[in-house]
């Protein structure tokens, strides 16, 4: 396979299919805090912004652990790694649905956040030794789109679940999806995959790598744009529109199914059109949404605006995966891994920020913060791809 149209005429390995159902699954299980915020609130009797802490306090969880658990986890082999990550996955979830109390919740909630820490990034790592190298910018795509599919149809079917009947029986949901990922993973995924383990030297160039770092934090600065809002869609809905569970769980699924098509768009164009323009286009169109964000008045309107967004969401990390991996392919254990803590941390530090700007200026300031994180990324990306020129990590 020698040329991008080769291998894009060639049909991806099977072997990818329960990595995009464990994406799916790890997708749905971080979204469904989000898509519960007012359940879970109520039920609890705690303050919106005090329930966001879930958000933030996981995503600080999944941005430390990603990088250490990479280091930690080198020498594994990657089905008993991911079927593992898997089942922790389900017995955490299941364990968030029994808690009795909020001070309970907290700790389990981020306990259970030990798995996407481990699953995404490793599972886009040892995509390498599973497919030839022309496809590998649609192989990681192709894994990713289970983010998509997870706001398609897991982060609506666990709001409205959650709102019909409670936030419990949504966490349960997430954990029986995760015995039936673990499973997959176990019985599709061939034994003696690992990705070679990194030394400390190649930590070390990693992290003194410049077009590396740049990229790193474009990815904090769009996701801290991005969850300044996103982590409060359900209240905010709630106060502005007085929206049910019901219309919340289609404004859900409106959102993931243009997430969807445009991670499946990104997976067919990123090899012709570039990494570095994707990640570029991806960011732009979430920022479109955010300074248009007041026009979305009414639920018709709010959809109509949240398009763009939508579009950019999940493709542009995608892009920013296949970014790194091109950068310096013997480093992509680390970099993928690094990417997803940035991503996390960028979740963290939007979650808080969003929360503290509800108790000190009210929701509609929310879209603005988020407006100026993600033109602060576009920026960072115009460098990082002017810093590449003739050069070398």
Same mark, same amino acid.
């Given at each position: 396979m020698t040329s991008t149209a080769a291998g894009d005429r060639v049909a991806l390995p099977r072997v990818l299919w329960p990595l995009l159902f464990g994406n799916f699954v790890i997708g749905t299980g971080v979204m469904i805090v989000p898509g519960t915020l007012n359940e879970i609130s109520a039920s609890l009797q705690v303050p919106v912004a005090t329930a966001g802490q879930l958000i933030s306090a996981g995503a600080l969880l999944m941005c430390l652990g990603a990088p250490l658990f990479a280091a930690v986890v080198a020498g594994w082999d990657r089905?008993?790694?991911?079927?593992?990550?898997?089942?922790?996955?389900?017995?955490?979830?299941?364990?968030?649905?029994?808690?009795?109390?909020?001070?309970?919740?907290?700790?389990?909630?981020?306990?259970?956040?030990?798995?996407?820490?481990?699953?995404?990034?490793?599972?886009?790592?040892?995509?390498?030794?599973?497919?030839?190298?022309?496809?590998?910018?649609?192989?990681?795509? /192709?894994? %990713? !789109? *289970?983010?998509?599919?997870? $706001?398609?149809?897991?982060?609506? =079917? +666990? @709001?409205?679940?959650?709102?019909?009947?409670?936030?419990?029986?949504?966490?349960?949901?997430?954990?029986?999806?995760?015995?039936?990922?673990?499973?997959?993973?176990?019985?599709?995924?061939?034994?003696?995959?690992?990705?070679?383990?990194?030394?400390?030297?190649?930590?070390?160039?990693?992290?003194?790598?410049?077009?590396?770092?740049?990229?790193?934090?474009?990815?904090?600065?769009?996701?801290?744009?991005?969850?300044?809002?996103?982590?409060?869609?359900?209240?905010?809905?709630?106060?502005?529109?007085?929206?049910?569970?019901?219309?919340?769980?289609?404004?859900?699924?409106?959102?993931?199914? /243009?997430? %969807? !098509? *445009?991670?499946?768009?990104? $997976?067919?164009?990123?090899?012709? =059109? +570039? @990494?570095?323009?994707?990640?570029?286009?991806?960011?732009?169109?979430?920022?479109?949404?955010?300074?248009?964000?007041?026009?979305g008045s009414t639920l018709v309107l709010a959809a109509i605006v949240s398009i763009p967004w939508a579009l950019g969401c999940f493709s542009s990390n995608s892009a920013q995966q296949a970014r790194l991996v091109g950068i310096a392919p013997a480093l992509a254990s680390a970099s993928i891994a690094l990417n997803s803590s940035a991503m996390y941390a960028g979740q963290a530090i939007g979650a808080a920020s969003g929360g503290w700007l509800i108790v000190q200026h009210g929701m509609g300031v929310l879209h603005w913060a988020g407006f100026a994180g993600l033109v602060l990324a576009m920026g960072m990306s115009l460098l990082a791809s002017r810093g590449r020129a003739g050069r070398r990590p």
């Open positions: 089905r008993r790694l991911l079927a593992l990550s898997m089942v922790w996955y389900a017995v955490a979830h299941l364990a968030c649905a029994l808690a009795p109390g909020f001070a309970s919740l907290l700790p389990l909630r981020v306990l259970a956040l030990v798995s996407p820490a481990i699953f995404t990034p490793q599972a886009a790592a040892c995509v390498g030794l599973l497919v030839p190298p022309a496809q590998r910018g649609r192989a990681i795509t /192709f894994v %990713f !789109l *289970g983010w998509s599919v997870a $706001s398609v149809l897991g982060m609506p =079917i +666990g @709001a409205f679940i959650g709102g019909v009947l409670d936030w419990r029986a949504a966490f349960a949901l997430v954990g029986l999806l995760s015995l039936a990922s673990a499973l997959w993973v176990w019985r599709a995924m061939p034994d003696g995959v690992k990705p070679p383990a990194l030394s400390a030297a190649a930590w070390r160039e990693t992290l003194r790598s410049r077009p590396l770092m740049l990229c790193l934090a474009v990815t904090l600065l769009y996701s801290a744009g991005q969850f300044v809002l996103f982590s409060y869609f359900a209240p905010y809905y709630k106060q502005t529109l007085a929206i049910t569970p019901g219309q919340l769980s289609l404004l859900f699924m409106w959102f993931g199914a /243009f997430g %969807f !098509l *445009g991670n499946m768009l990104m $997976s067919r164009h990123i090899d012709r =059109i +570039g @990494a570095d323009r994707a990640v570029m286009a991806g960011v732009a169109l979430m920022a479109l949404s955010l300074l248009f964000w007041p026009l």
